[in-house]
């Protein structure tokens, strides 16, 4: 396929040509971690790759993340550049004294002389029942530390294009990727370029913005269509990248509409969230006609049984919900609409 | 890719691999090395006190002979990863004494601008690649080093100096695991003054010994006494020399005595968690004492070294004076190398 290539494909789809099509550009590439080259390949992400690269470009790793982050540091360091993937964003916690100790802070230290080209891909949130070890995202924790930049691919074009811009870039980047999406098809540009640090209106709207996350950003389209049908028009920014943060984007956005809700997929105590409401605040604080509203996940650990679950995470739902009282409307009706769950989950095309 | 990992491309087999005598040349480079050291540190013992240096020192005063020994063995800009106990390595890689002052006194001219300071002293151009203040975390740095000399096919190797605290870690054996597995081409240096802080090897480790249960993994591991100069090159060579014929990585135990306090400029016998050892056997531990007794077989003695003592002090005042005179980093770099 040429780099001009068009074509409808999944996310993980995405994922794994992004990552292929470094490797082909670059032979300094290579993708490792653990389970990366079973037959699961990290759920379709890395398919294709030890088959055309071979071993040495595509590995699986012992069960030391905290050691194989530093194996991936020091890989950085001498000219390398490690994909370091992680089938579950929690098992980088294991990892977290490499990520916030020694890649955040070698190029502060060193004056700029070390570069660390180093990719983190990480499997986020939920499937099903998979509680409260397998479920987080973590990246308010990770653009808290200055140093690491931190993305969430929403699209298969954005998972494509934003890979490759990590790949690409000097420093380190850590790529949170929700399971879910994994399933979406879109069109996906070869030659598209998104660089790191730029979010997108995904939807235009007056009436109010919700600044989404992630999976969040699916919620948030279809709590738009929803609400549509009475007329409000919600303007959906789709954040892409955490840290550094577009903050033209989404403050001239707020502007417009001077209501914002932030729809984040992480918990709101100390959060993302926390930290966009408090720049909204500071920076359009004469234009909003309401404070900065927020939702998150709820403040415990994820709860198994499904119930519970769908209590824990925002949704759709929560969505219009809370826009509903932003703009003192009466609760929609919506016994008639379809929203998201394990069994149906949206597929595209996005 | 650096200059450091295309000189590794030259030498594929150690330097001086073979050869078991010093010439009197290289006698005098390491006395040199040895000196510069010790006189650099016994500089900050003298200067610390007047508080201008704000910067925790963790001084290496008897375990110089490890990082100089070690590295007369290296191929030229092989790339080394230290600790925050790490002024011998420092001095011996980058032979930079003005940056070396200017970092400590947290000045512009400083290798890291004076945001690294003496726990993070580095010098990735000259192979010092990378230091830390968190036990054990630039061990696995090492072998990623490896792993791309390896990928890369340097025919360089890639060395982690690391304290004997640090094989409490589990970052240590999952290194040293993957390692192995992948047979890098890295060699492990545990630079073992028994005591990780102020708590002896005793009450902390619940087997009998390093180098037998490294051993065990599928290297080359060999230890022994850390405090004399030539014997580290030996064993050094040995290990390097197994290395280069059955290619797995390396590990050597060196022991030494730690003769001030964890961090500081002070002695700290009187602390109570060791005692002073009695003065002769001070003597036998400390390199730099022993390494003027090694040099007499090659005819070097108190008048060739006086002039090099002499030298160096010059060059450690003119540093320490250059990184006094010299300015704070502005304002605006609080900012800079965030990202590079």
Not at chain 1, 134 to 139: E, N, T
Not at chain 1, 253 to 275: H, I, M, N, P
Not at chain 1, 317 to 333: G, H
Not at chain 2, 88 to 114: C, H, M, N, Q
Request: charged share 25%; with cysteine.
């Amino acid at each position: 396929m040429p780099e001009s290539a068009i074509s409808m494909m999944r996310y993980r789809d995405a994922l794994s040509l992004a990552v292929r099509r470094e490797m082909e550009r670059d032979p300094k590439v290579f993708v490792f971690g653990l389970d990366v080259p079973d037959h699961k390949k990290i759920f379709g992400s890395t398919k294709g790759l030890l088959e055309q690269f071979g071993g040495q470009r595509c590995f699986g790793t012992p069960l030391s993340e905290d050691a194989m982050t530093g194996v991936a540091l020091g890989a950085a360091l001498a000219g390398l550049r490690p994909v370091h993937v992680h089938i579950r964003v929690d098992f980088m916690l294991l990892a977290m004294n490499q990520i916030a100790n020694m890649i955040s802070n070698l190029a502060y230290m060193s004056a700029g002389s070390l570069k660390i080209p180093l990719v983190l891909r990480a499997v986020i949130g939920r499937g099903w029942g998979q509680s409260a070890q397998h479920s987080k995202s973590l990246h308010s924790i990770f653009a808290h530390i200055p140093g690491l930049k931190v993305v969430m691919p929403t699209s298969p074009q954005d998972a494509y294009s934003l890979t490759r811009a990590a790949i690409r870039d000097d420093n380190p980047v850590i790529i949170l990727e929700h399971r879910w999406l994994y399933d979406i098809e879109g069109e996906v540009n070869e030659a598209k370029v998104v660089p790191l640090g730029e979010a997108l209106v995904r939807r235009q709207g007056r009436d109010a913005t919700v600044v989404a996350t992630s999976w969040m950003n699916i919620e948030a389209m279809k709590a738009a269509e929803v609400l549509a049908k009475r007329g409000v028009e919600l303007e959906v920014v789709d954040a892409r990248s955490i840290a550094p943060l577009d903050e033209n984007t989404i403050l001239q956005s707020v502007e417009k509409t001077q209501r914002c809700l932030v729809a984040d997929y992480d918990w709101t105590y100390c959060g993302f969230s926390a930290e966009l409401s408090a720049l909204i605040h500071q920076c359009c604080f004469g234009s909003l006609k309401l404070p900065v509203e927020r939702l998150g996940f709820a403040p415990v650990p994820c709860p198994t049984t499904r119930p519970l679950e769908n209590l824990f995470y925002p949704s759709a739902v929560s969505i219009i919900r809370s826009v509903e009282r932003m703009l003192s409307l009466s609760e929609t009706d919506l016994a008639g609409e379809q929203f998201y769950s394990y069994e149906q989950k949206f597929k595209g095309p996005f | 890719m650096t200059a450091a990992v295309r000189s590794g491309q030259r030498s594929k087999l150690p330097m001086g691999y073979g050869r078991k005598k010093l010439t009197k040349e290289e006698g005098l480079k390491l006395y040199r090395q040895l000196l510069l050291a010790r006189l650099c540190e016994e500089k900050i013992r003298e200067e610390y006190f007047n508080d201008e240096m704000k910067t925790p020192v963790h001084l290496g005063i008897g375990g110089e002979a490890i990082a100089v020994g070690v590295c007369h063995c290296l191929a030229p800009g092989t790339r080394t990863f230290g600790t925050y106990r790490n002024h011998t390595l420092y001095l011996t890689k980058s032979g930079d004494v003005d940056g070396f002052f200017a970092e400590l006194y947290g000045r512009a001219t400083g290798p890291g601008k004076g945001k690294a300071g003496s726990m993070h002293l580095m010098n990735p151009q000259k192979g010092l690649v990378a230091t830390s203040a968190v036990v054990a975390t630039t061990v696995p740095l090492a072998v990623g080093d490896a792993l791309a000399q390896s990928y890369l096919k340097t025919g360089a190797m890639s060395v982690a100096f690391f304290g004997d605290g640090a094989v409490e870690e589990g970052a240590f054996w999952e290194s040293l695991n993957f390692a192995c597995l992948k047979r890098l081409p890295v060699l492990f240096v545990c630079e073992d003054n028994d005591l990780a802080i102020h708590t002896a090897r005793a009450q902390r480790r619940g087997f009998a010994s390093l180098r037998n249960t490294v051993a065990t993994y599928d290297c080359h591991a060999a230890e022994g006494d850390g405090a004399s100069v030539t014997n580290v090159i030996r064993l050094t060579r040995q290990v390097m020399g197994r290395m280069a014929k059955d290619p797995k990585p390396g590990f050597i135990r060196l022991a030494y005595f730690r003769f001030l306090e964890h961090v500081g400029p002070r002695e700290d016998f009187d602390a109570g968690y060791r005692p002073r050892p009695p003065e002769q056997l001070l003597r036998k531990m400390d390199p730099v004492v022993r390494f003027e007794k090694e040099l007499v077989p090659l005819g070097l003695r108190e008048r060739d070294l006086a002039p090099i003592r002499a030298e160096l002090k010059a060059l450690i005042d003119a540093g320490v004076a250059k990184a006094k005179a010299a300015p704070f980093p502005q304002a605006a770099e609080l900012t800079t190398d965030v990202y590079v």
